[in-house]
């Protein structure tokens, strides 16, 4: 069946950094977009950052509040998804969660992140 594992999340100051991790199995993970997104207390879940597949020139979009600091990445031999995330801010504090998308849309756990001030 299918399964998209997060790791990674934690505690860390304020400037750190972390790098998450989303394992994927079940389906073809070189076909489908992968996207991170996140969700802080009483907030709507957003788009962190999407890297698209081959078929689309494995093009990459983040949002605004993200870019330059978050980098997304794909090794698509390992069929796991990457995020590299720098310069951490009090604001990043959030649950992640790895998504996947083609003709069908698969969700991970979450995993969660927090950033002391």
């Known amino acids: 069946q299918v399964q998209l594992v997060e790791s990674g999340g934690g505690l860390v100051q304020a400037g750190g950094s972390l790098r998450l991790s989303c394992a994927a199995s079940?389906?073809?993970?070189?076909?489908?977009?992968m996207s991170w997104y996140r969700q802080a207390p009483g907030k709507e879940r957003e788009l962190v950052a999407v890297?698209?597949?081959?078929?689309?020139?494995?093009?990459?979009t983040y949002a605004d509040s993200v870019k330059g600091r978050f980098t997304i990445s794909r090794d698509n031999a390992k069929n796991t998804v990457y995020l590299q995330m720098n310069s951490l801010k009090a604001e990043d504090t959030a649950v992640y969660y790895c998504?996947?998308?083609?003709?069908?849309?698969?969700w991970g756990q979450g995993t969660q992140v927090t950033v002391s001030s």
């Open positions: 890297i698209r597949s081959v078929s689309f020139g494995g093009s990459i």
């Open positions: 998504n996947a998308r083609s003709y069908s849309s698969y």
């Open positions: 079940g389906f073809t993970f070189s076909n489908y977009a």
